[in-house]
T-cell receptor
Framework: NAGVTQTPKFRVLKTGQSMTLLCAQD?????MYWYRQDPGMGLRLIHY???????AKGEVPDGYNVSRLKKQNFLLGLESAAPSQTSVYFC?????????????FGPGTRLLVL | AQSVSQHNHHVILSEAASLELGCNYS??????LFWYVQYPGQHLQLLLK??????LVKGIKGFEAEFIKSKFSFNLRKPSVQWSDTAEYFC????????????FGSGTRLSIRP
């Protein structure tokens, strides 16, 4: 099993450009998450999904959109990138919504917005 | 609102020294607690977790953490650190009222001098 994979690994955007980050998991997990990691701020939840076709807002959803058309994929979109969105983005998945379930993280996508 | 505080932002130790990283959370209900570790250039992975039972939890690589409910704390400990423990450590909490969300602390960077 590959676990959780993320595409691309690194990207540079100009302000106003759009892009989509892809997260894929092969563990048949129900829940999937997108986080951003910034120095001194830990991980902050952007959006999450509790199952195919469903999405919900996290702590910092503004400027991002997501879609979960297939159970194994969770896409994060930036419609009009801003320098404040420069960050490292992590995707995670977990088997279900039970609070004690471990989250499995992808390797991250480093995004630089100029 | 739930929050997790890690007061030590950067800890520097020599090999064989003992380690204790602080984690405090603010939430009055039943919680589950986690420590995740991120080695340089890698993604987050679970170190240990507490959800019920013995408040002293043992994890991988000789780490342990103690849940002290009266102090809202879940400090991470290791009696003798190694150079390979150099990493960033994140404390996290979920609650039964928000089963799908996990709140992370800001992280503690641990540097071990060989």
């Amino acid at each position: 099993n590959a676990g959780v994979t993320q595409t691309p690994k690194f990207r540079v955007l100009k302000t106003g450009q759009s892009m989509t980050l892809l997260c894929a998991q092969d563990m048949n997990h129900e829940y999937m998450y997108w986080y951003r990691q910034d120095p001194g701020m830990g991980l902050r939840l952007i959006h999450y999904s509790v199952g195919e076709g469903t999405t919900a807002k996290g702590e910092v959803p503004d400027g991002y959109n997501v879609s979960r058309l297939k159970k194994q994929n969770f896409l994060l979109g930036l419609e009009s990138a801003a320098p404040s969105q420069t960050s490292v983005y992590f995707c995670a998945s977990s088997p279900a919504g039970k609070t004690q379930e471990t989250q499995y993280f992808g390797p991250g996508t480093r995004l630089l917005v100029l | 609102a739930q929050s997790v505080s890690q007061h030590n932002h950067h800890v520097i130790l020599s090999e064989a020294a003992s380690l204790e990283l602080g984690c405090n959370y603010s939430y009055g209900g039943t919680v589950n607690l986690f420590w995740y570790v991120q080695y340089p250039g890698q993604h987050l992975q679970l170190l240990l977790k507490y959800f019920s039972g013995d408040p002293l939890v043992k994890g991988i690589k000789g780490f342990e953490a103690e849940f002290i409910k009266s102090k809202f704390s879940f400090n991470l400990r290791k009696p003798s650190v190694q150079w390979s423990d150099t990493a960033e450590y994140f404390c996290a909490v979920t609650s039964y009222s928000s089963a799908s969300k996990i709140i992370f602390g800001s992280g503690t960077r641990l540097s071990i001098r060989p």
